[in-house]
């Protein structure tokens, strides 16, 4: 039997909020699994804020400098 594990809600809610607002997303040089992402120039500040909150508990995710 086969079991499907829900992730936890903070992953949930970056996969469906935050992902769809990404506009560009690069790997940095020095660490290759480092994710560098710039949203779109229209994103809401809710999902700006919502970025800011999860970002300590999604790792390897930064905002491009």
Known sequence: MEIMAK???E???YAEK???WIDHLEYSE???WLELIT???NTPQEIKN???RLEPK???V???P
Do not use: A, R, S, Y
């Open 11 to 13: 992953f949930i809610d």
């Open 62 to 64: 930064e905002l491009k």
């Open 30 to 32: 020095e660490d290759e």
């Open 7 to 9: 992730g936890p809600q």
């Open 58 to 60: 999604i790792p390897n």
């Open 18 to 20: 935050v992902v769809p």
């Open 39 to 41: 949203f779109k120039v």
């Open 50 to 52: 919502l970025f800011t």
